[in-house]
């Protein structure tokens, strides 16, 4: 697609070499590295399923990234000054790898037809790749802000794998690029992309600058590996946390503070539903299972990491209210309300109930919420419009167990 991209005899053996190095890269991610680094010539984010050009023959990210793709969602994040319409074409009509591009806005920089913000994907594609053509001048700072929007979408996404095309043409001085990135800039923004945590690739793409390239690089991945260790030992912290929870039925007399403690911690229960928290554990205190009110609570060294209450429903033979699951945020996105739903829903079965419902509201807030219970198996059973509030209505979930 232009005319400084030539086939001479070595094009394609050097091409292929560059590519068995990132194929190399993702297949020690597949086996459970957590970073790889792919140090490659040609550069690759270029090249198309049917063009080629801008010093890339094959599209070597693209290629680790399809072949991660067999074990899990894929995300690209291209950080050349450059537009990735390599993998943006590649990948245009899938939902199982994003495809992100931080770039100088094609009006002033190659490749100038592609990497526009309206360039969205296509058919089961459409959302799932995003450009951010940036200006013509821009430092670090401006810079971090776009790449900000770009790790919010990848986390959105929750990719399994990340594949960084590393370019740093972005820097200072670049021939190619008209940025002012320095050392330091290249650290932060490694540093950035290393808080994801997630297993990454990173695929050398352009960068012409010969004085300062070498030491852009580093910075790039000192900033990488130390955030990317800080927070997987983050994540290990949590694992071992969640090892050492354990689960009560029986409340005791310090269960209505705490449970009045975690409930406002969550921040998502309004005054007068905290208060209906406590209350119902203090009645099951008070009158014991004649109550019908049934506890689950996971406790952390003494702390109240989340709990369950369920209980019959009053002249059904075997119908249940699932009536809170809420978990304290220490302990939150680590898989605990689904273990607390998992036990009531244990417990429920084996007093012999057989339905069990849940009724949520239907406000934006309650999202979440929707989405964790359509996971766990229940369906939407019926809509009370306007039910709480004028527009908020009541929306009622039902499981069926298994018998
Ligand atoms: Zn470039």
Redesign the pocket.
Known sequence: MDTFTPLNKNAFLAALGALDCALSGAQALAEGRHLAYALVRPPGHHAERRLFG?FCYLNSAAAAAEYLSAFGRVAMLDI???HGNGQQDIFYRRSDVLTVSLHGHPRFAYPYFTGFDDERGEGEGEGFNLNLPLPESLDGRGYRQALERALKRIEAFNPQFLVVAL?L?SAKGDP?GTWSLRAKDFEANGQMIGMLGLPTLVVQ??GYRNRTLGLNARSFLVGLAAASTRRSDQRREVRDRMRSVVFRREPDPGDPERIRRLVSQTGFFSPAEVDVAEELVRERLQRGEASGYHFILAEHFGQLAGYACFGPIACTTASYDLFWIAVHPDFQGRGLGRRLLTQAERLIRESGGQRIYVETSQRVQYDSTRAFYDAAGYRLESVLPDFYAPGDGKAVYCKILPR
Do not use: K, S, V
Request: hydrophobic share 0%; glycine share 34%; no cysteine.
């Open positions: 801008g050349d000054y450059h370019g043409d190619t793409e352009g």
